[in-house]
């Protein structure tokens, strides 16, 4: 960078000069941006887009012959955004991802700053995580948490593959970039005990039973009658809220948009979402990534229950929270 005086500024007899100037000593004129630093809505640069569990569990079991978990991290398939330019986050903040374990295998230990959970979609007992040397069993429909900064692995002592869906949000923290990431000098913690009533465990069983006695609220954008949800803890992580979501089939929820960026993971039955004109049509185990400031709504079908994950409580937390209903 050039080193310019005060006076060799001062003596420019052009705006011409003095933009070539500026450039030089890495600044440049406000009132001649070359683009605005601000507009009168949000400017949406990722897509709405749909991922199928058929697809993926076809992928992952390929996967399984072809990878282990000493060669891999994580077996898992990144769900990017197709947009120019990414090619790992899901939404601007969050990124979602399919997971599987074979039988027998354990997946090493670590720890990051990201929050993460997952959404089971097949496991039988004897599937696992260890957070903390705590073990918090998995099966189809729970959500499992792993807060930033938790020893983390998981295990299968079964006898069938389990597969689960991750959402976490490493975007955000790379845009923020206080990242830090540490593998555990065991690689998979070895004492391990039960964990009774974890709060880092949301069974389906009562998750279930909160749906069922859940009141229909006529305010919220489920429209009443035409859905429930329920919150996953108060929110589930600093940066995440979690809502278990039952929708009524054959009838639409209210279209709305926010600026929180939404993510769908299908945990049972089947219907569909639309986003501003565009129909995607879901069953259980697809993800659905609704980025912020997207009218959308959803058709339920027989069954159909939704985890909607959410960086709402981060949004919140900056004052950027908003919301429409048409």
Request: glycine letters at 8%; proline letters at 7%; aromatic letters at 8%.
């Amino acid at each position: 960078m050039n080193t310019l005086t005060q006076d060799e500024l001062a003596r420019v007899n052009s705006l011409d000069e003095l933009y070539g100037k500026l450039a030089n000593v890495g600044m440049g004129p406000g009132w001649n941006k070359p683009a605005p630093a601000m507009w009168a809505q949000p400017r949406r640069s990722f897509q709405p887009v749909h991922f199928s569990y058929r697809q993926a569990k076809g992928a992952l079991d390929a996967a399984g012959r072809l990878i282990s978990t000493e060669l891999a991290e994580r077996r898992n398939l990144i769900l990017f955004n197709p947009v120019e330019g990414n090619t790992y986050a899901t939404t601007r903040t969050l990124v979602s991802a399919y997971q599987m374990i074979l039988p027998g295998e354990h997946a090493r230990a670590h720890r990051h700053v990201p929050n993460a959970l997952r959404l089971i979609l097949d496991a039988e007992p004897g599937t696992y995580t260890v957070v903390d040397g705590k073990k918090v069993s998995m099966l189809p429909g729970d959500v499992v948490l792993t807060p930033n900064w938790r020893w983390h692995g998981h295990g299968n002592d079964s006898k069938a593959p389990a597969y689960w869906i991750d959402f976490l949000d490493v975007p955000l923290v790379q845009m923020l970039e206080p990242m830090f990431f540490e593998l555990h000098e065991e690689g998979f913690e070895r004492e391990i005990a039960p964990a009774a009533d974890s709060p880092l465990l949301f069974p389906w069983k009562e998750t279930e039973q909160k749906l069922n006695e859940a009141p229909p609220d006529p305010n919220d954008h489920l429209g009443g009658h035409f859905g429930v949800q329920v919150e996953l803890g108060d929110p589930a992580l600093d940066t995440i809220g979690l809502y278990m979501m039952r929708l009524a089939a054959g009838k639409e929820t209210k279209p709305y948009k926010t600026t929180a960026n939404n993510i769908y993971g299908v945990a049972q039955g089947h219907g569909a979402t639309v986003v501003e004109g565009r129909r995607f049509e879901w069953e259980r185990g697809d993800v659905i990534a609704v980025p912020s400031w997207y009218e959308h709504y959803h058709q339920g079908g027989e069954g159909s229950v939704l985890l909607r994950v959410t960086d709402a409580p981060a949004m919140a937390s900056l004052g950027l929270l908003r919301s429409a209903a048409s």
